[in-house]
């Protein structure tokens, strides 16, 4: 045994003496994978305008404080306002909508155009007050023209979604239209195949229903928003 750890302190010396003759006094020892990439991933954080400690955020204010100047996909460059989000931040349910629109890229607020106010007159009809719930979308920038989000797009803003429903702790969170659950549930499946299931999201139930935008553009899906919000208002309550 002895002379085991003999043989191992002199490989070791020698491995020192070594890197000695390299590099002086300096010696560097390699660093694990995951540890550099933690460095690069800080670097372009600061980079693209993020405050790379956001991850630790402990309230919305804070993480929106620091997140607010990100310019990590190209449409930090086109929007007119960065769009957090709104509401009670201790919210039982957090309803997620795909992406500001132009309303919402002006006042940097969500669900303020059409969409947003036929979606407060519903959460009314069925009891829920807007100022009582908590409203964001997956993505915090405007797509110009009001575009699908693109799936650079989800990947680059998605985190700070995560990060607000893990502040938050909802009870129930409400996709409107298919983005939100895609993400959250790694899915590709359409909104029709998602819808009338309720799912679970980190221990969190998920319903899925179609976005109020949606509904403006076909009245035929204003019923099932209806039954789909009326629903979400039973699991929420239910013993
Ligand atoms: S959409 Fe999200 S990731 Fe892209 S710039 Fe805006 S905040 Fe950053």
Redesign the pocket.
Known sequence: MKEEIKKILNEAKKYLQQQESLFGDEVTLPKSESESEGKIQQVNEKE?G?DPTWVNSKTLDELESK?KN???????KT?TN?VFGVGNPKSEIVFIGEAPGAEEDLQGEPFVGRAGQLLNHLLASVGFRRDEVYICNV???RPPGNRDPQPS?IE??GP?LVKQLEIIKPKLIVSLGRFPAQMLLKTNATLSSLRGQVYEWRGIKMIITYHPAAVLRNQQWKRPLIEDLRKAREILYQK
């Open positions: 693209y993020v997140i990100c310019v990590k996909c190209p449409l930090g929007r960065f993505l915090k920038c797009e680059a803003c700070y």
